[in-house]
């Protein structure tokens, strides 16, 4: 279950980085 909950993460913060590149700090 946390293993789904932080891949779903990842992919959310994925999503929101390409949408917003200056949302996240960058990797």
Known sequence: ???KR???V???NDIVAK???GA???K
Request: charge should be negative.
């Open 24 to 26: 996240l700090p960058a």
């Open 1 to 3: 279950m946390t293993f």
């Open 10 to 12: 990842e992919k959310m």
């Open 6 to 8: 932080l891949d779903l």
């Open 19 to 21: 949408h917003y590149p």
